[in-house]
């Protein structure tokens, strides 16, 4: 809805927006401005945090004394390993969803979208006890299957809507020129699907990036990815602001990043589209 | 025949994920509710497992704990939904006008979301609401009021404001993907008629987002219900914040009391599936279009 608007109203929507959106962001910013102090400077009043001097210290901190990136490193398997699991599963699914849609594909979308509604805490028992008689506790693989499984309906879901752009009769021509079904996935519908799937990817990095239930639950020190890390750093003892801004700095960089990358997905990928 | 060949070869290329799903719905979704029926108490290998038939759920609603957790559980997903969808609102109203900048400013809003919810939780427990060195405190400290305790005093309003920031920009930005679509010469029209803004935003605009509203309404609800990471990092289910989550998760973990626990899982799906039913008609609605 745009329109032509005075200049006054603009200046005044300008001013408006950015204030709210500067509050909005500033607790992010504050961390990010505490994760450059000493830690006896960060816990001043504001004001003196500001003039107190910047240091790299505390980033060099966290990782000598709590091993960063071994955290970090299971964040990246677990957010990239579900998501491409997720996906070859879910690549096919949607193929045949999008392409040869029969009577009931509409029901196996609806029904796969209802197992995403079902709470985790309505089956946390059964599966922590099949992680324990599977030896699967606090281990990556077993985490990298709970992941890919909560986020599946989300990958078919977002692959479908992105095929179903796609036209047909290309998909028929690549047919009639005596393409396999193998050839014509990989050679004409995965070039077109291209952006398709790199938004789902994206999208379902972060949700698994930040996923903090299974990851906090059926975790302990091997396998724990940075939401249980950052977690670890909630008991009173350990009120260490500057060290504790720069490890959530840190935790929280690179997905919001990639979130702002994927603001559009976003919609599309969380309200199954409900909304266009 | 072409069709009859695709036709198996589409269900064969479904089968991974639908049985995978099926699996991962069916098989814990059974032992929770077989554990549901018992007696059974892992820590304690001296109590046998039995049979009790409705016992663990009768027991579940009546312990002293349950109505304040539904209580709390209410209040915090209540309080979330019409903090985000009120402001939801207006942000994305702002943000669709005309202005300097506004790539950036949305930037700047939508960020909280992607922030983890234990890095949330931590941020705004220690350096925000903190009673001694928090920022909020100083803020206070500053113009002569002394500190509040947020987290220990106003238990529910600390986390609604936390649980609000966080889904925000969520609301934000799928309402704003809907004013897009508003139509600006009948705005126009309405402005041209004399029509005041009140009721351009009543008539033309409230209509227009409420089904997106329904929508941040519906998929809120069913993730709200679930909030886990927040209570666990902030409060620990003291000071009257345990929701039914909440409460499940300590039955069930904590104290081991599996049957019971399980009783209050059935509960929670229950509870979610009810939100779910209305969520799943608007979307499929949609899918026929």
């Known amino acids: 809805m745009a329109r032509a608007v005075t200049p006054r109203r603009k200046a005044l929507n300008t001013f408006a927006a950015w204030l709210i959106g500067l509050i909005i962001f500033f607790p992010i910013l504050w961390i990010f401005v505490l994760s450059f102090k000493t830690e006896g400077n960060a816990i001043l009043p504001p004001l003196d945090v500001l ?51 029969g009577k009931r594909t509409k029901d196996i979308l609806m029904w796969m979208l209802s197992t995403k509604m079902l709470p985790a805490v309505g089956v946390l028992y059964p599966i922590y006890l099949m992680f324990i008689k599977l030896g699967l506790l606090d281990s990556r693989i077993g985490l990298v299957i709970v992941l890919m499984l909560i986020n599946l309906p989300i990958i078919v879901w977002m692959l479908y809507t992105y095929f179903r752009e796609i036209p047909g009769e290309i998909l028929e021509a690549a047919r009639m020129d005596g393409a396999t079904l193998r050839e014509e996935i990989l050679y004409v519908l995965t070039p077109m699907a291209l952006p398709g799937m ?11 990036w930040n996923e903090a239930f299974w990851t906090l639950n059926l975790t302990a020190a091997k396998a724990a990815p940075l939401t249980a890390f950052i977690a670890s750093y909630s008991s009173p003892e350990g009120l260490f602001y500057a060290k504790l801004s720069a490890a959530s700095v840190m935790a929280i960089a690179p997905i919001l990043i990639m979130g702002w990358f994927s603001q559009k997905q976003l919609v599309r990928g969380l309200t199954f589209g409900a909304v266009k | 025949m072409a069709t009859q060949h695709s036709r198996s070869a589409a269900r064969l290329m479904m089968a991974p994920a639908v049985t995978l799903l099926l ?45 304040p957790s539904i209580q709390a559980t209410l209040i915090i ?26 790539g950036i400013v949305r930037v700047l809003v939508i960020a909280p979301f992607f922030v983890m919810p234990t890095v949330t939780a931590l941020l705004w427990k220690n ?55 508003l139509d600006a010469e009948q705005l126009e029209a309405a402005e041209m008629d004399g029509a005041p803004w009140v009721s351009r935003f009543l008539w033309i605009m409230l209509p227009h987002l409420a089904r997106a509203i329904t929508v941040v309404i519906l998929i809120q ?53 009810i939100v779910a039913i209305f969520l799943m008609r608007i979307v499929g609605k949609n899918l026929d279009t």
Do not use: C
């Open chain 1, 51 to 101: 003039r107190a001097p910047w240091t790299f210290e505390s980033y060099g901190i966290v990782q000598d004394r709590s091993d960063y990136f071994k955290h970090f490193g299971n964040s990246v398997i677990l957010a990239f390993g579900s998501t491409l699991l997720g996906l070859i599963i879910a690549v096919p699914a949607a193929w045949a969803m999008a392409f040869v849609p």
């Open chain 1, 198 to 208: 790199a938004s789902t990817v994206l999208l379902n990095v972060i949700l698994a």
């Open chain 2, 23 to 67: 699996g991962w719905m069916l098989i814990p979704l059974s032992m929770t509710l077989f554990f549901s029926f018992r007696k059974y108490l892992p820590m304690r290998p001296d109590i046998a497992q039995e049979w009790v038939g409705f016992d663990n759920y009768v027991r579940f609603v009546t312990s002293s704990s349950f109505w």
């Open chain 2, 77 to 102: 997903v209540g309080g979330v939904l019409a903090i985000t969808v009120v402001l939801g609102i207006a942000l994305a109203l702002l943000l669709s006008q005309e202005m300097w900048g506004r």
């Open chain 2, 127 to 181: 350096m925000f609401m903190d009673p001694v060195n928090g920022f909020f405190a100083h803020i206070l400290k500053a113009v002569g009021l002394t500190p509040i305790e947020f987290l220990s005093q106003h238990t529910l309003l600390s986390l609604i404001v936390i649980v609000a920031w966080q889904w925000l920009p969520f609301a934000t930005l799928i309402l704003l993907t809907a004013t897009q679509s």
């Open chain 2, 221 to 273: 609800t069913i993730f709200l219900l679930g909030i886990f990471a927040e209570i666990l990092v902030t409060t620990q289910g003291a000071f009257g914040s345990r929701t039914l989550t909440y409460l499940i998760y300590q039955r069930v973990l904590e104290s081991q009391n599996v049957g019971l626990g399980s009783a209050g899982g059935v509960y929670a799906i229950i509870l979610a599936n």
